[in-house]
């Protein structure tokens, strides 16, 4: 009341104080704008580059009078077997195929405070670059670690981020000292693990502590890694494609007697370079070839997803002509059934030759009837 009279209390007024929210322990932002990254969950955070330089930075902050913390990066490679094939840290600053830089470390900023309780920023950089890293690697783990006879008791923060090229960042992951707590005994944490998916890379956020001496990454991190199913063998999607060349139909006429001597050629192709891996017979004088025995296996690869089959007219005397060609994404057939289906001969350019748009306004002649047959690894 005021005045004795009643006033109208305002919906301002009438809210209810919110309580602050208590301060999370584990910070985290990206990948991308307005996104979370979470500990434990995959990102394929490098679908939109191609190809992609990454680097990865390990900034961290020590408590005062702590002494000599000196905190060290590393990268372990790994095969598709599950294997360990070598480590980049401080000793070792490149990879065997050099894909892999370690660029050391650096003082970032002088953190506020004075004298002893004054706080150090300090970073280590370690480049990857995805595309010449050796196609055996099939996974990436980061590690952070103490070898100076400290814990992480001793470190006031950690921060992982990863940025490409052009400083865009794309994860940001923060570890406060609540968090660190948890690990105040260790003085090793595995940070993330970057894995091949399919064609492409992703990336897992985690928070794997353990105790080690220099020397014991191998002996004691590497089985942990692999107990704990960090590091995984990559697991097939299939184990064998069959496929059998039936027929053709409506071929282009390339000879005088109005008619062609086709026969098929197929490819891997393979980060845009391909392979011949089988070849038909040829059949003479003929639009609508018929084979009989033009059937091969291909057991499974992790980078083959496309094959590409070229149809041409053989001549004896000069070089054979191009009847047309198509391609087929392996990715996109069913499983543990055959699959026949009638392919158009694609008239243009083939692909190992075009440009990324030459696929508008294709012109095609003639067909190609195939059966496929994808077996699953069950």
């Known amino acids: 009341k005021m005045n004795g009279k009643r006033t109208k209390r305002s919906n301002k007024d009438r809210r209810r104080k919110k309580r602050p929210k208590e301060k999370e322990h584990v910070q985290s932002i990206g990948p991308g704008k307005g996104t979370k990254a979470h500990l434990g969950t995959s990102y394929g955070l490098f679908d939109n580059y191609d190809p992609f330089k990454m680097t990865f930075t390990m900034t961290w902050t020590v408590k005062p009078r702590s002494g000599e913390v000196d905190l060290d990066g590393a990268i372990l490679l790994f095969d598709g077997r599950g294997e360990f094939m070598e480590c980049v840290f401080w000793d070792n600053l490149e990879s065997d195929d050099g894909s892999i830089v370690h660029l050391g470390d650096e003082i970032v900023s002088e953190s ?11 970073s280590e950089n370690i480049e990857v670059d ?10 990436l783990v980061l590690v952070i670690n103490i070898f100076t006879e400290k814990k992480f008791n001793r470190v006031n923060s950690l921060k992982l981020k990863c940025q490409d090229e052009q400083k865009n960042e794309i994860l940001h992951y923060k570890w406060f000292e609540a968090s660190l707590k948890e690990f105040s005994e260790y ?5 993330c693990a970057i894995e091949k998916y399919k064609r492409n890379w992703q990336c897992t956020v985690m928070s794997v ?9 191998v ?18 999607l299939w184990s064998s494609i069959v496929i059998s060349i039936k027929k053709g139909a409506g071929l282009a006429a390339k000879d005088l007697n109005g008619k062609s001597d086709p026969f098929v050629m197929v490819s891997t192709v393979i980060e845009q370079q391909q392979e011949v891996i089988f070849k038909t017979k040829i059949k003479h004088e003929t639009l609508n070839p018929v084979w009989k025995d033009a059937t091969f296996q291909l057991d499974y690869s992790p980078d083959l997803s496309i094959l590409h089959f070229n149809v041409k007219d053989h001549d004896r005397f000069t070089d054979d002509e191009n009847l047309g060609w198509f391609e087929v994404d392996i990715s996109c057939i069913p499983m543990n059934q055959v699959h026949e289906r009638w392919f158009p001969l694609n008239l243009e350019v083939s692909s ?3 440009k990324k748009k030459d696929r508008i306004n294709v012109n095609t002649m003639g067909k190609l009837l195939l059966t496929i047959e994808k077996i699953s690894t069950d």
């Open 112 to 122: 506020s405070g004075e004298g002893e309780q004054a706080l150090q920023e300090e």
């Open 130 to 139: 995805f595309t010449c890293i050796d196609r055996e690697i099939s996974s």
């Open 187 to 191: 003085n090793t944490l595995v940070m």
């Open 209 to 217: 502590p353990a105790d080690l001496r220099y020397g014991q990454v």
């Open 219 to 236: 002996d004691i991190l590497v089985p942990r890694l692999n107990d704990l199913n960090i590091v995984r063998p990559l697991v097939p």
């Open 352 to 354: 190992k030759n075009r």
